[in-house]
């Protein structure tokens, strides 16, 4: 029996390994555009650019720099920062892992070049990822150059007399979409862009400023939140939520869920049940008190998480309700009942009638689908036209068919309908028109089973209206002419 | 005048075999709005269906210059509709495909008419939307599928299929019915979200443009 202490070294590996991440290029540039936050100068506003061009990314702002003391701590893994920091508690970054982790998600290779405030020196470190990868493990396996040197005029600090650039190469995705980082961002950083400060995305074609997204409501329907809960009500938690004028398909509704300003997840959804019918709500709330992980993706389940859930699902019953009942049975169309349940949701929240037109909410002022276009063409009406079998009577008389699928416009209430060209000097010619807009087609697929359908209808009609033919025997051949066209071709 | 003597005007105009269609379209249109006629109600009295009797009238809303240019080619009635529902450029190419089509008319083999009008005048108005998502170029599915990523728009079942149907495309094969509806309606959520959009800022614009244009947007 006997024991021994190992010298236990995590493997320089990591550095590579931590780049792994889910993170899309816009969240991990978020994270670096975090760190940003964290270098405020009192209640100064900051500058912050985003340069995508010539294949690196490069982050920089105009916050106070780093001091040689700082820059220690912060190349160091896991270093929390919030203990060096003057934002202390407030600060963003917490586990010393967000750049090193959303660099080495977006590229091989970076660096960090910072100027303190008041000082002359700006210093800079180098990570190469390859390189880590490649050392033993070891006490100095970790170890970080730091250069200090001259402000110059050339570096991507350049025209700041301080402030800390990132600057990332050998990027994994050599073609990041600027508008997916423009939107991201202005969404992630909306209080502090509604606030004063600036963010700004450069790629080969301009710069751009990240701006937070509008959206649409049903008017009266926004409800603002401002609540507190938990031990002596110490969870304060404050925002809104609205029904947006449409549902969604595409999981797009929830919360976003903002901490110090940053978004920490989006489309959340665990106070109230997905569905369909629900998926007009919409919020943003501030939760300072909330844990966020080292990556920000993903609330950590927290005891304060779980309180803030029970209260929260009780707090939004009555939009879920106002949801569901608007979502159904074409509510969100008749005026009369859309006006009951923002009543019935106003009076459940105890606020005031926004009136028709919510603050930011509208772009319009019907609740109507827009019109495909407004000109006339072929092909706003016409959408197919195509030739069907031609129907051969007993005596010889041939009749062509052609079959169009058209939209009525409501003038004619019928699903289908034909005209007919009897004129003596012309031969004669049946044209079935199919009228897709009618209520019976939405939802269907079945396209060829309706045109035999709707063929096989006219003809009988035609029979018994053009050809005076008895009804019986029109609806035999009609019945004859199914069967035929069903052997000449394939039914879906 | 009455409801019935209008109703009896509107079909001595539409059995007269010596009208042409500029003076039926004229004529009818006038005598149904001024009485106040109902579509189905009225084609059943003058014999018609009532998507002929709508078709007349649709072309009498046509400027008069056009529906006279239209008349001049005596439509056969299996052409009022579609003429009716297309521009003034479609329609006038329509007119000149319709001075020769007397010698061509339908048989088992040979299109129709109609299906030479309707030809025409989608090669004026340029292909509908559903024609050309089918033929949608797999780098355009590929980037919208990178696109729809980069902004966490979708989910990751339809991101997957707008690189599976780019790789379709890749092999040459036109999208099926079921392929384009499904392209076409995630198409229309990211132009709807923005995600797409003319005058953007990326490297990709070509193909977004591309993308919008297919949809017709």
Request: proline share 4%.
């Amino acid at each position: 029996m006997g024991k021994r202490t190992v010298k236990n070294y995590p493997s320089p590996r990591l550095m590579q390994t931590i780049g792994a991440t889910n993170q899309s290029p816009s969240e991990a540039i978020g994270e670096l555009v975090a760190n940003c936050f964290d270098a405020r100068i009192g209640e100064n506003k900051l500058d912050i650019l985003i340069d995508l061009c010539d294949e690196k990314i490069v982050v920089s702002d105009d916050g106070k720099g780093m001091t040689d003391e700082i820059l220690e701590r912060a190349v160091c893994i896991a270093e929390d920062m919030s203990q060096f920091i003057e934002r202390g508690e407030n600060a963003k970054g917490h586990f010393g892992m967000g750049f090193k982790t959303s660099c080495s998600t977006l590229g091989k290779f970076y660096e960090i070049f910072t100027r303190p405030i008041g000082s002359d020196i700006e210093y800079h470190v180098s990570f190469d990822i390859n390189d880590y990868s490649q050392r033993p493990s070891g006490a100095d396996a970790w170890d970080v150059v730091i250069e200090d040197g001259p402000q110059t005029n050339n570096g991507p600090l350049n025209g700041r007399d301080h402030g800390t650039a990132f600057v990332i190469k050998s990027l994994s995705d050599k073609d990041i979409r600027a508008s997916a980082v423009v939107a991201y961002l202005g969404e992630a950083f909306k209080g502090h862009i509604e606030t004063g400060d600036s963010i700004t995305v450069a790629n080969d074609t301009g710069s751009y400023p990240a701006i937070p997204k509008v959206r649409a409501f049903i008017p009266g329907s926004k409800v603002p939140i401002d609540v507190a809960c938990g031990p002596d009500n110490s969870l304060h938690i404050k925002g809104w939520v609205a029904l947006d004028k449409q549902t969604h398909n595409d999981g797009l509704y929830g919360f976003n869920i903002y901490r110090h300003g940053q978004l920490v997840d989006s489309w959340n959804r665990d106070w109230f049940k997905s569905h369909l019918m629900t998926s007009r709500i919409f919020g943003e709330v501030e939760m300072d008190f909330l844990d966020a992980t080292f990556y920000k993706q993903g609330l950590q389940q927290s005891e304060y998480w779980k309180v803030a859930l029970k209260y929260m699902h009780e707090f939004l019953l009555p939009i879920v309700r106002a949801s569901r009942s608007i979502s159904r049975g074409g509510n969100i169309n008749s005026p009369v009942e859309k006006k009951k349940i923002i009543s019935a949701l106003q009076s459940d929240y105890d606020i005031a009638d926004a009136g028709p037109t919510d603050d930011n909410s509208e772009s319009s002022s019907d609740d109507r689908e827009k019109p495909e276009s407004t000109g006339r063409s072929i092909n706003n009406k016409v959408k197919t036209l195509i030739k069907e079998d031609v129907l051969i009577l007993a005596d010889g008389t041939r009749i062509p068919i052609t079959l169009v699928e058209m939209t009525s416009n409501g003038h004619v209430n019928a699903p289908f309908d034909y005209i007919y060209n009897d004129a003596v000097d012309d031969e004669p010619m049946l044209q079935v028109v199919v009228y897709t807009d009618h209520p019976i087609f939405q939802g269907k697929d079945s396209q060829n089973t309706i045109r035999i359908l709707a063929t096989a209808d006219a003809i009988f009609r035609v029979l018994i209206d053009r050809h005076g033919i008895d009804s019986h025997e029109a609806f035999n051949i009609k019945n004859q002419w199914i069967l035929k066209r069903l052997e000449s071709k394939d039914v879906d | 005048m009455g409801k019935t003597e209008s109703l009896m005007h509107v079909r001595e105009i539409w059995d007269n075999q010596n009208l042409t269609v500029f003076d039926k379209a004229s004529d009818i249109s006038a005598e149904y709005y001024t009485a106040n006629l109902e579509l189905a109600s009225t084609a059943a009295y003058i014999g018609a269906t009532p998507s002929e009797l709508d078709a007349l009238l649709s072309l009498s809303e046509l400027d008069d210059d056009v529906l006279k240019k239209v008349s001049e080619s005596n439509p056969p009635i299996t052409t009022w509709m579609i003429l009716a529902s297309a521009s003034d450029d479609e329609i006038l190419a329509a007119v000149e495909e319709l001075k020769d089509a007397s010698q061509k008319r339908l048989t088992d083999n040979l299109e129709s008419v109609e299906e030479r009008l309707y030809t025409v005048m989608v090669q004026v108005a340029g292909p509908t939307p559903e024609q050309s998502l089918a033929s949608i170029p797999c780098d355009v599915l590929l980037a919208m599928s990178k696109r729809a990523k980069d902004y966490k728009a979708l989910s990751e079942k339809e991101i997957n299929f707008l690189s599976s149907a780019g790789n379709y495309r890749r092999a040459g094969k036109i999208l099926t019915n079921k392929q384009v509806k499904w392209v076409k309606d995630i198409l229309s959520r990211l132009a709807d979200a923005e995600v797409i959009k003319h005058n953007g800022i990326d490297s990709d614009q070509a193909m977004c443009d591309a993308a919008l244009d297919a949809l017709g947007r």
